[in-house]
């Protein structure tokens, strides 16, 4: 059994720890996180610490933290004969360490949301074939779905999921602001919005792309921006709508 240390207490870190406690080859065998109040969600199952000093021997070291706060973590541990990886999908792989590496689950983490995680990609990176070969394992007992990303390709990764989801729900909480004025349901819009998310599991986005800026609609493109009162909405809704039209050559 491979016994692994979560340096981190967050989502990704919350999740990958329920992960791993449901193998039989893994077992996390510490949490470690600065503040104590975030551990209860792990001291249950397993050791805690709030002392860096403190960590237990391991296989491997999986630092979940901020992006922001990675490299001082990994440099904090640097001095360990093990492999340290870090969860970050815009991070570089942090040679401080001797053996270093990335384990990144490309999915957007919640930690009131159940996950099949063994649907999550895995990117992985190392910086030698074994210790690359050994995350593949690793990862192999939680996903069915493992990439070798370098950080270039992981760098780009990263920005292109940063459109597909967190830019996306931006859009989604703006149509549900836009719902709540004239008193609509959001939940009328589900429908589209699965029927949309689907569309693209088999097709190229800009095969499925529907609405007035990919026809021309030029007067129903003026009706929807006199609707809207913010400068600021009808500046992304304009951005938006030229971008489409610039994307499939739509002339208004």
Known sequence: MKEIVILGAGNVAF???KAFQATEQI?????????SSALKDFEK??????????LKPADLYIVSVSDDAVKEVVDSIAEKNTLIVHTSGSVPLLDSAQR????????????????DFSEIPLCLEASNKKDLD??????KTISNNIYEIDTAQRKSLHLAAVWACNFTNHLYRIAEKICEQKEVPFDILHALIKETA???????PKDVQTGPAK??????IDFHLNQLDSPELKEIYTLLTE??????GSKL
């Not at 077992?27 to 503040?35: E, F, G, P």
């Not at 199952?45 to 403190?54: C, G, K, M, R």
């Not at 270093?100 to 996950?115: E, I």
């Not at 050994?134 to 990862?139: A, H, S, Y």
């Open 15 to 17: 999740h990958l720890f």
């Open 198 to 204: 689907r569309k693209v599991q088999h097709n190229s």
């Open 134 to 139: 050994f995350l593949k394992d690793i990862g």
């Open 27 to 35: 077992k996390v065998i510490q949490v470690y996180n600065r503040s």
């Open 100 to 115: 270093n590496g990335v384990f990144y689950p490309l999915q957007t983490f919640s930690k009131n949301t159940d996950l």
């Open 215 to 220: 026809r021309g609609d030029k007067k129903t």
């Open 45 to 54: 199952e397993t050791s805690v610490t709030t002392e860096i000093s403190q």
């Open 243 to 248: 971008s489409i039209k610039k994307e499939h």
